[in-house]
């Protein structure tokens, strides 16, 4: 009976151990990212009302992907004493970041702080050929991504904008800050890496050949038709691990939770489908969006 009982036990604790390594190894849902957008500053040659027009246009741009909490530094209640008294640039420095700053950014979940500066703001005008007036507004801005766990900058871009309006100057700032606003996507794509897995492959044709694939993640994340995601297999190289793309797929039916995708090409389905029935650790992350600045693919399937 004593033999029973220890068996029973044991084979209780193989069944537990057994749970939490299946549990370990199952990969997590992405999740909407916290972003931190702090103040931004502005040089000579610009002004506050183009600084404080080009980070709205900023924030808008972030909340239109869709899978951030953008979290406004000027108006969390938090946050806003950090600048109480204090210079922007002080705010997140070489001496505070790992004492009372990076403890109010990581009380709200955010990993990533995104700093801006306008340097540039010029307004002038024209004739043109037809002997009318061309309204013209230049806007340099350059914005950083700020890694709060390292105390880092984790990247940087420049941008340069010179729109025109043959009606006034308020017209050409207004589309200069509508095509920021859209320039975030191509951005926070690049910075800001949306990460995902195979839930599982699609059915095969006649032939044997998967055309697509449901990965995790749809229209909660801001995921849309035409959006493009690498599929990632890890590769040791030496003593290290690495991933590397494998193959490319595209959104074509996005649901709450989950994406189908189209596999582009055949041969690079026949790699994926493989390592997934291996179960190889393959892993999803996000490219970039039709509309992004960037061109697609097309439909290069060759099936």
């Known amino acids: ?26 990969p997590a849902d992405p999740q909407k990212e916290t972003v931190i957008v702090d103040p931004f500053t502005y040089s000579s040659g610009a002004s506050q009302v ?8 900023v924030m808008t741009g ?12 000027l108006t969390d209640s938090r946050l806003s004493k950090l600048y109480e008294n204090r210079e922007v640039e002080d705010v997140v420095n070489a001496d505070n970041w790992k004492s009372e700053s990076e403890a109010a950014y990581k009380e709200l979940g955010a990993k990533k702080l995104l700093k801006g500066q306008v340097e540039l703001h010029y307004e002038h005008k024209k004739l043109n050929d037809e002997g009318k007036w061309v309204y013209y507004t230049d806007i340099n801005f350059t914005l950083q991504v700020f890694d709060i766990t390292t105390g880092t900058m984790a990247g940087s871009e420049s941008y340069k904008y010179s729109e025109l309006s043959l009606s006034s100057y308020a017209d050409s700032f207004n589309d200069a800050m509508k095509k920021i606003a859209k320039d975030m996507t191509q951005f926070c794509n690049k910075h800001f890496k949306m990460q995902s897995y195979i839930l599982e492959m699609g059915e095969a044709d006649k032939k044997g050949v998967i055309k697509d694939l449901w990965i995790s993640g749809g229209t909660e994340m801001g995921i849309a038709n035409g959006t493009i995601f690498k599929v990632l297999a890890e590769k040791k190289v030496g003593p290290k691990v690495t991933r590397v793309a494998i193959g490319e797929v595209i959104a074509k039916e996005v ?7 189209e596999i582009k090409d055949k041969k690079e ?17 996000l490219d970039r969006k039709r509309g992004d600045g960037l061109k697609g693919f097309g439909r290069a399937f060759g099936f």
């Open 62 to 73: 972030f909340s239109n992907v869709g899978r951030f909490h953008v979290v406004d530094a």
């Open 255 to 261: 649901l709450e939770g989950m994406t189908r995708c």
């Open 269 to 285: 389905g026949e790699v994926i489908k493989e390592k997934f029935n291996n179960q190889e650790k393959l892993y999803i992350e």
């Open 1 to 26: 009976m004593k033999n029973c009982f220890k068996t029973l036990m044991a084979l209780a604790a193989l069944i537990a151990a057994t749970a939490v390594c299946a549990q370990e190894e199952t």
């Open 50 to 57: 183009a600084r404080d027009n080009v980070r709205s246009a």
